[in-house]
């Protein structure tokens, strides 16, 4: 790192991610929590030598043998599973800088010698509590599955069975009777239930109300006037349930109702042509509810503004994967038992191809991916010449309201 880098990390602070400023350290212990922090969240650096408000204090050089045996010490016994920091030494106003790198694990969850898992919280760190954070970090190094989970009190009844008979017999080209196996060990053979309770992914692609058990796996589907999320003025909103088959195709929709149609040279009597790409909202929908986060309880946002779409997603990019990476095709498959099914209920390839195609079909597509708020962004510009169609709300032509999203 150049110093030039250095000062303007200094100038810009310490922060909830990537840099922790330390005037010196002495306890191993210390260092390990701060290492498994970052080694949790999204790695960073630890910077020795400086006050917590940027001043430079420096260390003295006869420390920097005591203090790489501190951290390499810390790294391998007191942080489980091990990591391997790299260390960095740097002169600034002529006073050395020690910086230590760190990177995100891919292991998770680690924790220090006392078992207690640490994660970056503001400009500091705080201890993991909640079995729903402690179930994602886990999830995220592939230990566990939200698809899996158990749904206590959805047993057998739970299922539609037509449904799930209609399935099977398009599946494997035979009758659930002719296989000759109880229904009940059927359905748990297919890893949809265990012991005669439905897992996450049984209970989304075959209950008859899924919503019963859990009401925030949905799609809120919103069409405002304006561009403000902050609106309370909307042409069309719905709280799309059912199963994922069912919130896929009443989500589609929603987008196509919503949106314009042009006649861009064709007949006067066709259809028209829809303002952006049919294949690219079939492809970012599906991929929000194939992938997103079942820990996290929160709800899949399909939002229509006049110059935008958004499809907000619960949960961050899974396993390390970067918005670069998936431009590129590069997946981690975040819920593969309803992976699995979608391939044969969904326009769905998987693959990671499902990003690659839509942005074929419509390259103007961007991701924002918010690791403090826990959710992954997806925005279609829509074209200016249909902004500049609509007309102000009237009277009658809006639903005026307060919409909890």
């Not at 350290?25 to 910077?47: H, R």
């Not at 220090?112 to 994660?119: K, T």
């Not at 005669?196 to 069409?223: D, E, H, Q, Y």
């Not at 970067?322 to 979608?342: C, L, M």
Request: proline share 4%; net charge neutral.
């Amino acid at each position: 790192m150049q110093a030039s880098e250095l000062y303007d990390i200094l100038k810009r602070g310490e922060d909830s991610t990537t840099h922790q400023f330390k005037s010196n350290v002495t306890s191993p212990n210390a260092v390990a929590a701060e290492m498994v922090a970052f080694s949790n969240t999204q790695g960073g650096m630890l910077i020795l030598g400086v006050d917590d408000t940027g001043n430079v204090l420096g260390i003295d050089p006869d420390e920097v043998t005591r203090l790489n045996m501190l951290i390499s010490n810390s790294a391998a016994n007191h942080v489980k599973n091990p990591i391997n920091p790299i260390t960095e030494n740097l002169m600034i106003d002529g006073k050395l800088v020690m910086l230590i790198h760190v990177k995100e694990g891919l292991d998770k969850p680690y924790m220090d010698n006392q078992g207690i898992i640490w994660v970056k919280s503001g400009a500091d760190k705080r201890k993991v509590t909640s079995k729903e954070e402690l179930r994602r970090l886990f999830q995220s190094s592939g230990l566990i599955y939200a698809d899996e989970m158990l749904i206590q009190g959805a047993g057998m009844q739970a299922i539609n069975k037509e449904k799930f008979a209609r399935y099977f017999e398009k599946a494997y080209n035979m009758t659930v009777e002719e296989t000759g196996v109880q229904f009940d060990t059927l359905f748990e053979n297919l890893h949809l239930a265990r012991g005669g309770i439905l897992n996450m992914a049984g209970l989304l692609l075959f209950a008859k109300t899924p919503s019963r058990w859990k009401p925030m796996c949905m799609i809120k589907a919103v069409s405002f006037w304006g561009n403000s999320i902050g609106g309370t003025e909307y042409r069309d909103s719905e709280d799309i349930e059912g199963t994922l088959d069912e919130q896929f195709a009443n989500g589609m929709g929603f987008l196509l109702r919503n949106l314009k149609k042009t006649q861009q040279g064709q007949d006067f009597n066709s259809l028209g042509i829809l303002e952006v790409s049919k294949i690219a909202l079939q492809e970012l929908l599906q991929n929000a509810l194939i992938h997103r986060d079942y820990f996290k309880s929160a709800p899949i946002r399909a939002l229509i503004f006049d110059n935008r779409i958004e499809i907000i997603n619960p949960g961050t990019l899974p396993n390390s994967l970067t918005i670069e990476n998936i431009r590129y095709g590069n997946s981690a498959i975040r819920n593969p038992i309803i992976a699995s099914f979608a391939a044969k209920m969904l326009p769905y390839r998987g693959l990671g191809s499902g990003i690659i195609r839509a942005l074929r079909e419509q390259p103007n597509i961007s991701f924002e991916e918010d690791r403090a708020g826990e959710q992954f962004k997806v925005i279609i510009p829509r074209p200016e010449e249909m902004n500049r169609s609509f007309s102000a709300p009237t009277a009658g032509s809006y639903t005026l309201g307060l919409i909890n999203l």
